[in-house]
């Protein structure tokens, strides 16, 4: 007696052109994007392009930059520009301006941090109109106000001292400040409150304990802002300061400009040296620049 067995039915084998659509969908294997790539090229040369000039005038004899150009590899490179920057004072200027900025950081941090927290937390008209306020603060530029604030800073005893660049310029900081804060405390949780209260926590352990923790990216975010505005600030310095020993690295460039010619090796020698600090805190803290920026609109 034979028994007959039942035929699996044959599978069905994708053809080329279907195997071939499906190895390209394979993570990993995308076709490449040619116009991406040219475009990224010429950004990066539009980019690298003036940091190599730049680069290379620090290391290039004065006459020799004149005569061969900025681009020219250099033929006897010298760090001589660094050293003649240095025996200009540009450190000591680098050391106030760290001064201006580190305490410019320091009152943004804390006077944007609370008025923050109180416009996200109190919804009252008082609390409102200060928001509003801080906001109509993007719309005056600090040019159009340099002459009261002058007389402000006259009037204070403050002229020609660093303190008379750290007060206007934490000022007109803070509006931006304030407003890239409220949209990031305002993606705090309403449950957390609720639970902090549940706790016993009052208004400042809640500041404390739950909105600093939680809003590391916009406090990040505003002190690199504070920092970039402090470091490269230029009208209050050469407005509100007069005497070499309260000189900024922006007015301090100066000393390398003479009467009749500028050291163009020399003052691109100092910049290399004001940017390395500022440099340095960017690439310590640009995930949280980044993360903060993404949440300035809130929820």
Same mark, same amino acid.
């Given at each position: ?31 490449? &994007? ?46 001589? &520009? ?10 000591? #200027?680098?050391? &106030? ?19 923050? #927290? ?113 470091? &490269? ?67």
């Amino acid at each position: 007696m034979s028994i007959r067995l039942a035929e699996r039915p044959a599978s069905r084998q994708p053809s080329d052109n279907q195997g071939l659509a499906a190895r390209w969908r394979r993570p990993g294997r995308q076709r490449p &994007n040619l116009l991406g790539g040219l475009g990224a090229l010429v950004w990066l040369a539009i980019v690298g392009v003036p940091l190599y000039a730049l680069l290379v005038a620090t290391v290039q004899r004065s006459e020799n930059y004149t005569a061969e150009g900025p681009l020219t590899p250099p033929s006897d490179p010298t760090l001589d &520009n660094y050293a003649r920057a240095i025996e200009n004072g540009v450190l000591q #200027f680098v050391l &106030n301006t760290a001064i201006v900025t580190v305490a410019v950081v320091a009152i943004v941090l804390v006077l944007a941090s609370m008025t923050g #927290f109180a416009v996200v937390r109190s919804r009252t008209r008082w609390t409102s109109g200060v928001f509003r306020m801080f906001l109509l603060g993007l719309a005056i530029p600090s040019q159009a106000v340099i002459i009261p604030v002058y007389l402000i800073i006259i009037e204070m005893d403050l002229y020609d001292t660093l303190t008379a660049i750290v007060l206007p310029t934490a000022a007109f900081a803070l509006p931006v400040c304030v407003l890239i804060l409220v949209g990031s405390m305002r993606d705090i949780s309403e449950e957390l409150y609720e639970a902090m209260a549940l706790d016993g926590a009052g208004s400042v352990r809640t500041f404390l304990q739950l909105v600093v923790p939680l809003s590391k990216s916009g406090l990040s975010t505003i002190g690199v802002y504070a920092a970039l505005q402090a470091w &490269n600030g230029f009208l209050f310095p050469l407005i509100l300061t007069q005497s070499p020993e309260t000189r900024l690295i922006t007015m301090g460039l100066f000393e390398f400009q003479g009467e009749y010619r500028v050291d163009v090796p020399g003052l691109l020698a100092a910049v290399v040296l004001a940017t390395i600090p500022l440099f340095l805190v960017y690439l310590f803290a640009r995930r949280s620049l980044v993360r903060g920026m993404m949440g300035v609109g809130g929820k």
